[in-house]
């Protein structure tokens, strides 16, 4: 009502002008019916918008109501489901199910058995895990925090990259659990089983650890002390394949432990205790499958080192410094030499049995006696080595250098005698 006021003002006074001048208004009276045809069409216009803003609010109230009546049927789905695993828990065995991802944050399943089960990426922070067999689970990225797993056997279960932060684990048996990456923050495990533990590159450690158990800080790499992470150490941890880079293992026990493929480069200070046959030379350890690669930017250095009767078999050590080193008598069968410089060496009654010596600097290197049978490697040189009495038998020694080498009764790689070739073996590989 209010929009046609304005327009029947503007009628009466071009009426009254109209009159008064006694002119002809047609055009302005179309004009005018024109303006009254507008006003009409935009309220319509705005009549049905209105219309249609009201259907869609009600629409969108609609919708939120099913919303919210979803969620409260998935919550009380939940709490279904909870309440069941609640109630059955004692006489169910979840052994073997998958459940990856399930939200079961605060559900009480003390004392079940969870044996072999999928709980990887599950919330199971706040639960009651109080002596749960978990033994072979993967709960690999779970989260676990705030748990109450006192008591749990989470033997030989995996762990890697799961949420521990505030975890109760008192009395908990971590035999053979792998832990790797895993969060540990706020977790005292001085009552829990460790024994064949694999826990390394931790962004915490934990509050605590039982006697003759370490937390110990690497740096991985010489060449960027600012990446750190940390490493649980002790008498019969799992290590297979650990970067110890730099750590200080001063007062540790590792005689129990498993060091295969472990690398050190520089440790701050050896362990007090060691495995058979492995021993801490220049912040290095050295042992059977111990890896003294070169990762690094350059080999570990052992030259002039006493090494003689060493077990490094199946040891990997590419571009390490041996140099005028005695191994003599050293088990090194299976070996990667690659590039290695062992120049000068006393490898006197060595095992080099297939060991791959490619690239590697064996001149003027006391072999007298040495196995090489099934040795192999492209570029080795041998010049002015002594390989007296040494077996080449079946060696693969493509494109090596014999200058000057020194040859006598040496079992060629054909198996010939040297002495029987005109004392050389250049001719029969």
Same mark, same amino acid.
């Given at each position: ?135 072979? /689970?993967? %709960? @690999?990225? +779970?989260? #676990?925090?705030?748990?109450? *797993?006192? &008591? $749990?056997? !989470?033997? =030989? ?84 394949? /650990?970067? %110890? @880079?730099? +750590?200080? #293992?001063?007062?540790?026990? *590792?005689? &129990? $432990?498993? !060091?295969? =493929? ?168």
């Amino acid at each position: 009502m209010r929009a046609s006021v304005p327009m029947m003002v503007l009628i009466i006074m071009t009426s009254t002008l109209a009159g008064c001048s006694g002119t002809d208004t047609s055009d302005l009276e179309q004009q005018i019916a024109e303006l009254q045809q507008n006003q009409i069409d935009a309220n319509q216009t705005i009549q049905e918008q209105s219309q249609s803003n009201s259907e869609l609010s009600s629409q969108l109230s609609s919708m939120q109501q099913s919303l919210d009546s979803l969620s409260n049927e998935l919550n009380e789905t939940r709490s279904q489901l909870i309440e069941q695993i609640n109630s059955v828990n004692e006489t169910i065995n979840w052994a073997y199910l998958s459940l990856g991802d399930v939200d079961l944050s605060g559900a009480d399943l003390s004392g079940a058995n969870l044996t072999y089960i999928k709980l990887e990426y599950a919330d199971l922070s706040g639960a009651d895990l109080s002596n749960v067999d978990l033994t072979f /689970a993967n %709960l @690999g990225a +779970a989260n #676990l925090e705030g748990a109450n *797993l006192e &008591g $749990a056997d !989470l033997s =030989n279960a995996y762990l890697q990259g799961a949420i521990l932060t505030g975890a109760d684990l008192s009395n908990a048996n971590l035999q053979g659990a792998i832990l790797t990456g895993a969060a540990l923050s706020g977790v005292n495990l001085s009552s829990s089983s460790l024994v064949n533990l694999r826990a390394g590159i931790l962004q915490q450690c934990p509050d605590s650890l039982p006697l003759g158990w370490h937390c110990i800080t690497v740096h991985p790499y010489a060449n960027n002390p600012t990446s750190l992470y940390f490493y649980i150490v002790g008498p019969y941890a799992d290590l297979d394949s /650990a970067w %110890l @880079g730099d +750590a200080n #293992l001063s007062g540790v026990d *590792l005689s &129990g $432990a498993d !060091l295969t =493929n472990v690398n050190t480069y520089a440790l701050t200070a050896c362990p007090t205790l060691l495995p058979e046959n492995w021993r801490c030379l220049r912040g290095v350890l050295i042992g059977p499958t111990a890896s003294l690669g070169d990762y690094i930017g350059g080999g570990v250095d052992l030259s002039g080192t006493d090494l003689s009767g060493a077990d490094l078999s199946g040891i990997w050590s590419r571009s390490v410094d041996f140099s005028e080193a005695d191994l003599s008598g050293a088990d090194l069968n299976g070996a990667d030499l690659y590039d290695a410089n062992m120049n000068g060496a006393n490898l006197i009654n060595a095992n080099l049995s297939s060991t791959s010596i490619g690239y590697v600097d064996l001149g003027d290197a006391d072999l007298s006696g040495a196995d090489l049978s099934g040795a192999g490697g492209w570029g080795t040189d041998f010049s002015g080595a002594d390989l007296g009495y040494a077996n080449l038998t079946g060696a693969n020694l493509l494109d090596a250098n014999f200058d000057d080498v020194i040859w006598n009764q040496t079992i060629c790689p054909d198996g010939t005698n040297s002495d029987d070739n005109g004392n050389t073996c250049a001719n029969n590989l």
